[in-house]
């Protein structure tokens, strides 16, 4: 069912020094390549109308000095000395701080949440006792209290994941096309039009288009590339400081960030939305934490990255400082200070810089709608996993032909680093906003720090955020409009898709089935109980579900063995295989009724196979055999008298149940651990199913009659029983529910799939219950 071996594996507690600095290399074409190729369209976006460059350098010496302010604040000081340490159990990301949030204030999105996922593993590793008293407590008490606060949280969050999504579709734009604008300086005069187009669409055809092998096919490839680009673009900067203005580095100062706002006033300030595209990517750094650790990902910017980059800005400010009269239909370029003799491979480098810079912002959104989409805020689309040893590298098809179609139209549509520049930069801001206001109520309700703490974090990264972002926005109908706009379309859909998600469960849950009608039914539960196990896909995790009711009522005949199924996200990265499942059983036992919920963390793998079935057969067989020996092993739920045991895979528990199937000729051949013994079926079926058990301790004959009924009904074939719901808003709803549900929400449900373990069901096997939800 998942990729259990290997996702552990990336979390190294004890890293040697060979380790981290081969991490932090690789991290260097993951993570780096959009943050390294903005020395491409800074200045060029920064003094494209706004403001001019002038014989006295106050223009460009200011600007070098906010870009090199602005990289120490935000991605320096921010990120790699305090937001990398806000990871949710090794990952990072929007959705990591809200996780976090969700788990520490109990303002979680997911509906199905229990008492016993916080007993996980990876649940409390990254907490602190929390105090008894004080504003920490009274703000998460204000939070769990009232649902207006949780909503305004949960908006923020998902307003941070469609912009990173939004600039999923502007940086591969604005990367590659920039990288492309080098051939105006290449070619003869005029003819570069032509050209740059045509070449940036079908490099970036070509980028999406590779998606699908996945990163790890050439992703060897992107670290050599990204450091060569590095070392090319810093040793430029080195030869124009020394060439041209050796007192360049007097810049740095702040004195002339004030001189520069002096003379330019409004134009200054408009032109910091240019000024804020240096620190694109910085939030991939965050985002893409659970691939590397914060050792490698640190050394790797404060070792290479940054130094790198000021020395390039630094050595394209020394060339403009000595060069005024610069062709007025280019403008300011960053090939413009490429030596005339190496400017062809210069390019042919930026634009495999490019490429990469874009695959990790792809990467990272395929990434994040797959959070999303765990936590019940983005419909299910198809996950194809493209390694089976690399965790997190994944490929949404319609996501990607979604982003190549909105890259394509950005690109054809603007056609100028301009606009782009504009747009990316604001939805490269608000995330960064996003980011600081979530950071700040981790500091007080995980860290359990003061909330002076927090106001000064809040108010002083937040001012400096504020001041790009009101730069950005002030140039709304100059191309920011773009990322506003994708935002919005995805905001809408995901908060429809949640909003109807979560009236769905409780529909459900108030139109759940007692325990007391089960009873009433006595044990053949008032009908024909035929061979097999019958599977019914549900989301609640306490209760009979309604559709079980509606079922028995028109067919009134069901398997001897009933297992109400319930795959569920909970609030963490990853659950341990050995914590996978927890089973309980509803009714007496003679029933044969079981309940089984399989939880899975938001970044968790899910491997479509017959290994599912197997994990839960063998799951509900070590229940079984357990539940005399350690009453005290199960989790109580007090609310319909279910006690649930934690039961791992069958992968990872060695020392429970295991189960063969093979043909019933071959079964004497099969041989297992002397320790172990065989309960065999003494009907040959089509397949034979044999249970391997511990020899000690000695069951006794209920519980193996138990086995044996199970191991019958498990050769009798599985046959899955899922929802087929039509959900409606109920009378009397408001005109906006009723457009929200009847329209939208019903729109989705019935484009996007199904839960992804049913997808290799057989549908000789499969029975769908219709049924009309009223909510």
């Given at each position: 069912m998942d990729l259990e071996t290997g996702i552990y594996g990336n979390r190294i507690e004890k890293e040697s020094w060979k380790t981290v600095l081969t991490l932090a290399y690789q991290s260097l074409g993951v993570v780096y390549g959009d943050l390294s190729t903005s020395p491409l369209y800074v200045y060029k976006s920064t003094f494209a109308e706004d403001i001019h460059h002038s014989e006295t350098n106050e223009e460009i010496y200011g600007v070098l000095s906010f870009v090199f302010w602005t990289l120490t604040l935000v991605p320096l000081l921010k990120y790699v000395f305090i937001v990398l340490r806000a990871n949710d159990n090794g990952e990072g990301g929007t959705f990591a701080l809200y996780s976090l949030l969700c788990r520490h204030a109990r303002v979680g999105s997911l509906p199905n949440c229990q008492v016993a996922d916080e007993d996980l593993s990876e649940y409390k590793k990254d907490g602190i006792a929390p105090r008894g008293r004080?504003?920490?407590?009274?703000?998460?008490?204000?939070?769990?209290?009232?649902?207006?606060?949780?909503?305004?949280?949960?908006?923020?969050?998902?307003?941070?994941?469609?912009?990173?999504?939004?600039?999923?579709?502007?940086?591969?734009?604005?990367?590659?096309?920039?990288?492309?604008?080098?051939?105006?300086?290449?070619?003869?005069?005029?003819?570069?039009?032509?050209?740059?187009?045509?070449?940036?669409?079908?490099?970036?055809?070509?980028?999406?288009?590779?998606?699908?092998?996945?990163?790890?096919?050439?992703?060897?490839?992107?670290?050599?590339?990204?450091?060569?680009?590095?070392?090319?673009?810093?040793?430029?900067?080195?030869?124009?400081?020394?060439?041209?203005?050796?007192?360049?580095?007097?810049?740095?100062?702040?004195?002339?960030?004030y001189k520069f706002l002096k003379k330019t006033q409004r134009g200054g300030w408009m032109s910091l939305g240019g000024i804020l595209l240096c620190i694109t990517g910085s939030e991939a750094m965050f985002a893409?934490?659970?691939?590397?650790?914060?050792?490698?990902?640190?050394?790797?910017?404060?070792?290479?990255?940054?130094?790198?980059?000021?020395?390039?800005?630094?050595?394209?400010?020394?060339?403009?400082?000595?060069?005024?009269?610069?062709?007025?239909?280019?403008?300011?370029?960053?090939?413009?200070?490429?030596?005339?003799?190496?400017?062809?491979?210069?390019?042919?480098?930026?634009?495999?810089?490019?490429?990469?810079?874009?695959?990790?912002?792809?990467?990272?959104?395929?990434?994040?709608?797959?959070?999303?989409?765990?936590?019940?805020?983005?419909?299910?689309?198809?996950?194809?996993?493209?390694?089976?040893?690399?965790?997190?590298?994944?490929?949404?098809?319609?996501?990607?032909?979604?982003?190549?179609?909105?890259?394509?139209?950005?690109?054809?549509?603007?056609?100028?680093?301009?606009?782009?520049g504009n747009a990316s930069g604001l939805a490269v801001i608000t995330v960064m906003l996003v980011t600081t206001c979530l950071m700040s109520l981790v500091i007080v309700l995980v860290w359990n720090r003061s909330i002076l703490l927090a106001v000064c974090f809040i108010f002083f990264f937040g001012t400096v955020e504020a001041l790009y972002f009101s730069a950005s926005l002030i140039k709304f109908l100059e191309g920011a409009w773009v990322p506003i706009a994708l935002a919005f379309i995805f905001l809408v859909v995901m908060y429809v898709w949640h909003y109807g998600t979560l009236k769905k469960y409780e529909f459900d849950v108030q139109n759940k089935v007692s325990i007391n009608w089960i009873l009433g039914l006595g044990p053949g539960l008032g009908i024909v109980r035929v061979r097999?196990?019958?599977?019914?896909?549900?989301?609640?995790?306490?209760?009979?579900?309604?559709?079980?009711?509606?079922?028995?009522?028109?067919?009134?005949?069901?398997?001897?063995?009933?297992?109400?199924?319930?795959?569920?996200?909970?609030?963490?990265?990853?659950?341990?295989?050995?914590?996978?499942?927890?089973?309980?059983?509803?009714?007496?036992?003679?029933?044969?009724?079981?309940?089984?919920?399989?939880?899975?963390?938001?970044?968790?793998?899910?491997?479509?196979?017959?290994?599912?079935?197997?994990?839960?057969?063998?799951?509900?067989?070590?229940?079984?055999?357990?539940?005399?020996?350690?009453?005290?092993?199960?989790?109580?739920?007090?609310?319909?008298?279910?006690?649930?045991?934690?039961?791992?895979?069958?992968?990872?528990?060695?020392?429970?149940?295991?189960?063969?199937?093979?043909?019933?000729?071959?079964?004497?051949?099969?041989?297992?651990?002397?320790?172990?013994?065989e309960i065999q079926s003494p009907v040959v079926q089509r397949k034979r199913v044999r249970f391997l058990l511990p020899e000690s301790p000695k069951m006794d004959d209920s519980t193996q009659e138990e086995l044996q009924d199970l191991m019958d009904a498990r050769e009798a074939g599985m046959a899955f029983i899922?929802?087929?719901?039509?959900?409606?808003?109920?009378?009397?709803?408001?005109?906006?529910?009723?457009?929200?549900?009847?329209?939208?929400?019903?729109?989705?449900?019935?484009?996007?799939?199904?839960?992804?373990?049913?997808?290799?069901?057989?549908?000789?096997?499969?029975?769908?219950?219709?049924?009309?939800?009223?909510?």
């Open positions: 004080g504003i920490g407590s009274s703000l998460k008490s204000t939070l769990e209290k009232h649902r207006v606060l949780q909503k305004v949280l949960l908006v923020l969050a998902l307003i941070g994941t469609c912009m990173v999504i939004g600039d999923g579709v502007l940086t591969p734009a604005i990367s590659v096309f920039s990288a492309v604008s080098g051939l105006e300086l290449s070619m003869s005069k005029g003819h570069h039009k032509y050209v740059e187009l045509p070449v940036a669409c079908i490099i970036l055809v070509f980028l999406f288009a590779l998606q699908h092998y996945g990163t790890h096919r050439v992703g060897f490839l992107f670290a050599p590339i990204v450091v060569t680009w590095l070392f090319c673009i810093s040793a430029i900067g080195v030869y124009n400081i020394f060439h041209w203005n050796p007192h360049v580095y007097q810049a740095l100062s702040p004195y002339y960030m893409d934490l659970g691939h590397f650790s914060q050792l490698s990902i640190k050394i790797a910017f404060t070792s290479v990255v940054y130094p790198s980059l000021i020395l390039a800005y630094m050595g394209q400010a020394a060339y403009l400082s000595m060069h005024h009269n610069i062709e007025s239909d280019y403008r300011i370029g960053f090939y413009v200070s490429v030596p005339e003799r190496i400017r062809w491979p210069v390019l042919a480098i930026a634009i495999l810089a490019a490429v990469v810079g874009s695959q990790a912002i792809i990467t990272g959104t395929f990434s994040i709608i797959k959070q999303c989409s765990a936590l019940g805020c983005f419909p299910r689309v198809k996950i194809v996993h493209t390694s089976s040893k690399i965790h997190g590298q994944i490929y949404i098809p319609e996501i990607n032909w979604i982003l190549m179609l909105l890259c394509l139209a950005v690109t054809i549509g603007f056609r100028d680093t301009k606009r782009m097999g196990i019958g599977l019914v896909h549900t989301e609640l995790v306490a209760g009979i579900p309604a559709i079980f009711s509606h079922f028995v009522t028109n067919l009134p005949a069901f398997h001897e063995v009933l297992v109400f199924l319930c795959v569920k996200s909970v609030p963490v990265p990853h659950v341990r295989p050995e914590e996978r499942f927890l089973v309980g059983r509803i009714g007496p036992r003679e029933y044969r009724l079981y309940r089984c919920i399989a939880r899975y963390g938001y970044r968790d793998v899910h491997k479509d196979d017959v290994e599912f079935e197997k994990d839960l057969v063998c799951s509900i067989a070590e229940f079984i055999r357990s539940e005399k020996l350690d009453h005290n092993e199960g989790v109580n739920l007090e609310k319909d008298d279910e006690k649930m045991t934690v039961v791992g895979t069958s992968s990872v528990n060695f020392e429970g149940i295991q189960m063969c199937e093979d043909d019933g000729d071959n079964a004497d051949d099969i041989t297992g651990p002397s320790e172990l013994r899922l929802g087929h719901s039509y959900v409606r808003a109920k009378r009397g709803s408001s005109l906006i529910k009723k457009l929200v549900i009847n329209f939208g929400y019903d729109f989705l449900r019935r484009n996007c799939r199904g839960p992804s373990y049913t997808h290799n069901i057989p549908h000789a096997s499969t029975l769908e219950v219709g049924m009309i939800y009223h909510v």
